[in-house]
């Protein structure tokens, strides 16, 4: 129904910026909840940010507030995941997720999504 691929990702050092992108594609992109997980070796997938199809209402983790932003272009059908002041420890995937119709408030879940793009790498030298 959707297919969602990120980009962006890269090696940069610490204190630099990154900016990842999910486009979606398919039959149905309308009314789409999007998120970003992350998920490093060994550690398990962390949630990073979310945001509604209207772009009313984002959510966050606690460990990227003041140092992400999340956006959506709908009419391009793109999210963005503007990533400032890195720090080594947000060396993992990124993974783009999406949920048609969403209406509850488990967003930080990853059990609420039914799509998920296959990860970009990010890699934070210190």
């Known amino acids: 129904q959707v297919q969602l691929v990120e980009s962006g990702g890269g090696l940069v050092q610490a204190g630099g910026s990154l900016r990842l992108s999910c486009a979606a594609s398919g039959r149905t992109l309308s009314s789409l909840t999007m998120g970003w997980f992350r998920q490093a070796p060994g550690k398990e997938r962390e949630f990073v940010m979310g945001?509604?199809?209207?772009?009313?209402?984002?959510y966050y983790g606690d460990s990227v507030k003041g140092r992400f932003t999340i956006s959506r272009d709908n009419a391009k059908n793109t999210v963005y995941l503007q990533m400032n002041s890195l720090k080594p420890e947000d060396t993992a995937v990124y993974y783009c997720?999406?949920?048609?119709?969403?209406?509850?408030?488990?967003?930080?879940?990853?059990?609420?999504?039914?799509?998920w793009g296959q990860g970009t790498q990010v890699t934070v030298s210190s």
């Open positions: 997720a999406a949920v048609q119709y969403y209406s509850g408030s488990a967003v930080d879940r990853a059990r609420v999504y039914d799509y």
């Open positions: 945001i509604t199809w209207n772009g009313g209402r984002q």
